[in-house]
C-alpha cells in the first residue's frame, strides 16, 4: 500500500470516529444555560399515548419544569395529560410532575392543563421526559409543550486526600513544636 493511501485511510478512519463520537452524544445536554424545551403538535383524537423525550444531564442539579397544553389559534386545547414524570433508566429513579391545573374531562370538552415539575435535585446521566396524553376527539388540533430547567448545579464534595491530610497535621504539629520550644526559651 502507498504511503498516500495509508495517510488517507488513517484521515478517514479518524473522521469516522469524531462522527461516532457525534453520534453517541444525541440527546440534548441540559444546562443553565440552555434550557430543554420538548412538546407535540398536530394531536387530533388518539388512544392513551406514551411520548418521551431523551436528555442529558451533565452533572447533578437542581431541575425544575412545567408541561402546558395548547389550543390553535383562540381554540382551547383537547388534550388529556394523564401523567408526566422523569425517568432515569440506570438508577430506575422516577420524578412526578404534579397537575396545577387540571380538566373536568367527563363535562369539558376542551380546557388547559398544566403540570408542574418543583426544584428537585437530579442525578447526572441521561434522562427522559415521559409525558401520557390522549386526545379527545376535536376538529382542530391540540398541543403540550413543555420545558426543563436546571436552576443551579451542585458542586462535587471535595474530601482531601489522605496525604494532603497527613501533611497538614505534620505542618501543624510542627508548628505546636516549635511553638512550644520558643516558650520554653
Given at each position: 500500500?502507498?504511503?498516500?493511501?495509508?495517510?488517507?485511510?488513517?484521515k478517514a478512519v479518524a473522521v469516522a470516529g469524531l462522527m461516532a463520537v457525534g453520534l453517541a452524544q444525541a440527546s440534548p445536554v441540559l444546562s443553565a444555560a440552555s434550557p430543554?424545551?420538548?412538546?407535540?403538535g398536530g394531536i387530533q383524537v388518539t388512544e392513551v399515548v406514551t411520548d418521551d423525550f431523551a436528555f442529558h444531564l451533565d452533572q447533578s442539579a437542581t431541575v425544575q419544569?412545567?408541561?402546558?397544553?395548547?389550543?390553535?389559534?383562540?381554540?382551547?386545547?383537547?388534550?388529556?395529560?394523564?401523567?408526566?414524570?422523569?425517568?432515569?433508566a440506570?438508577?430506575?429513579?422516577?420524578?412526578?410532575f404534579l397537575e396545577t391545573l387540571g380538566a373536568d374531562w367527563t363535562n369539558a370538552a376542551n380546557a388547559f392543563e398544566q403540570w408542574t415539575l418543583t426544584p428537585v435535585l437530579l442525578s447526572a446521566g441521561d434522562w427522559q421526559m415521559v409525558v401520557?396524553?390522549?386526545?379527545?376527539?376535536?376538529?382542530?388540533e391540540s398541543a403540550y409543550q413543555g420545558t426543563l430547567t436546571a436552576v443551579s448545579y451542585n458542586a462535587p464534595l471535595h474530601v482531601p486526600e489522605p496525604a494532603g491530610m497527613l501533611l497538614s497535621l505534620t505542618a501543624v504539629g510542627a508548628m505546636g513544636i516549635a511553638l512550644r520550644r520558643r516558650r520554653a526559651a
Open positions: 500500500m502507498s504511503k498516500k493511501l495509508s495517510i488517507v485511510l488513517r430543554f424545551t420538548f412538546g407535540k419544569g412545567t408541561v402546558s397544553t395548547l389550543g390553535f389559534k383562540t381554540y382551547l386545547p383537547a388534550i388529556d395529560i394523564s401523567d408526566a414524570y422523569l425517568w432515569n440506570s438508577s430506575e429513579q422516577r420524578v412526578s401520557v396524553e390522549q386526545g379527545l376527539g376535536s376538529k382542530r
